[in-house]
């Protein structure tokens, strides 16, 4: 029985001889409604209380994973430091004695040749080794406001030789004029690398490798996207590829697990080492291929000019407005 009946039944009743007036009635029936009405209230707020410990407990769920991942990393990281010096030291003498040995022998004969192969896994060997020490040490970013804009750049011209080999069509996916100039509280030189290493590896994903033909030219488009979202900004790079295997996105940060023939398998590791370092979170999806983003704290200050740079065209461009029409 609701409210209303409530009160329709405490008319009836005293209106068949109840000494009480008909004033007193209507209090009654109004405190009756009132309680209903507390009620109903209490029960959303409790409804929206259980919706709020339900989604805090969700979040907390997901900082203590991201706290066991750092910890897990931390603890290997020191582990494979200690193992790649002592590879370094006699890798540098077997290097070095190859590089001997390939000058005393004749020039284009079968043991020079053999030298040369020798040396030449030598520094495949040390880039490797240089890979482990490089995801081993320890990270103190220098922070300081950096242009969304000029992470993609860079990373863009560094790889520029192998996205063109592999005929990758580079988009730059909805950037309002005020998102190509989101500025992010971080290390100019550290953020370039993490971004570095996932357009990497999505030029990869779409390029195969020797054995796999990887997705058709035409089909093979790198999407760049930037927006700003609760106090962060969010840095995209989706592929065409063949997207990950729903098993393998849990794992894919671990240091050294890869699908691929090739590779260490510390790229991935390394960017998920800088962004946790600046506070930050890598999330990925499938959507028509791999989808990767880096939630990074966007900065209070204004972007200043003379933040650092590793050379003269990226300190001039630091608060420049960045070009967002798509490149080819």
């Known amino acids: 029985m609701n409210g209303e009946d409530q009160s329709q039944l405490m008319t009836s009743t005293l209106s068949r001889g109840a000494p009480i007036a008909t004033d007193r009635v209507d209090e009654l029936a109004e405190i009756i409604t009132a309680y209903n009405q507390v009620t109903e209230k209490l029960q959303h ?20 994973v991201q706290l066991q991942r750092a910890r897990r990393l931390a603890a290997l990281g020191e582990m494979a430091a200690g193992i790649a010096h002592e590879i370094r030291n006699p890798l540098g003498g077997i290097g070095l004695y190859a590089r001997m040995l390939r000058e005393d022998l004749p020039e284009g004969s079968d043991q020079q040749q053999m030298a040369t192969r020798i040396a030449e896994a030598v520094r495949a060997l040390d880039a490797i080794v240089g890979d482990v020490l490089h995801f081993s040490r320890e990270l103190k970013p220098r922070k300081a406001p950096v242009l969304a804009g000029i992470l993609f750049d860079r990373a863009l011209a560094a790889h520029r030789p192998n996205i063109d080999a592999t005929g990758v069509r580079v988009r730059r996916d909805g950037w309002a004029e005020g998102d190509a100039r989101l500025a992010i509280d971080g290390d100019v030189d550290l953020l370039g690398q993490a971004v570095l290493n996932v357009v990497r590896n999505a030029v990869e ?13 035409e089909q093979r488009e790198l999407h760049l996207g930037v927006r700003g979202e609760a106090g962060q900004v969010v840095l995209s790079v989706a592929d065409r590829g063949p997207g990950i295997a729903e098993q393998n996105i849990d794992r894919l940060f671990n240091p050294f697990f890869t699908t691929r023939q090739t590779g260490t398998g510390l790229g991935l590791a390394i960017v998920h080492r800088i962004v946790d370092a600046h506070g930050g979170t890598v999330t990925v999806h499938n959507d028509g291929g791999a989808v990767f983003e880096l939630w990074l704290p966007a900065a209070e200050a204004e972007c200043d000019p003379a933040i650092r740079g590793d050379d003269e ?16």
């Not at 390029?207 to 030219?217: K, L, M, N, Q, S």
């Not at 065209?313 to 080819?328: F, L, M, P, Y």
């Open 313 to 328: 065209i990226t300190t001039a461009r630091q608060c420049e407005t960045v070009e967002i029409g798509s490149s080819e």
């Open 45 to 64: 707020s409790h409804e929206l209380l259980q919706a709020e410990v339900q989604r805090l407990q969700k979040e907390l769920a997901g900082a203590n």
């Open 205 to 217: 994903a779409m390029a195969g490798e020797e054995g796999c033909a990887g997705v058709p030219v």
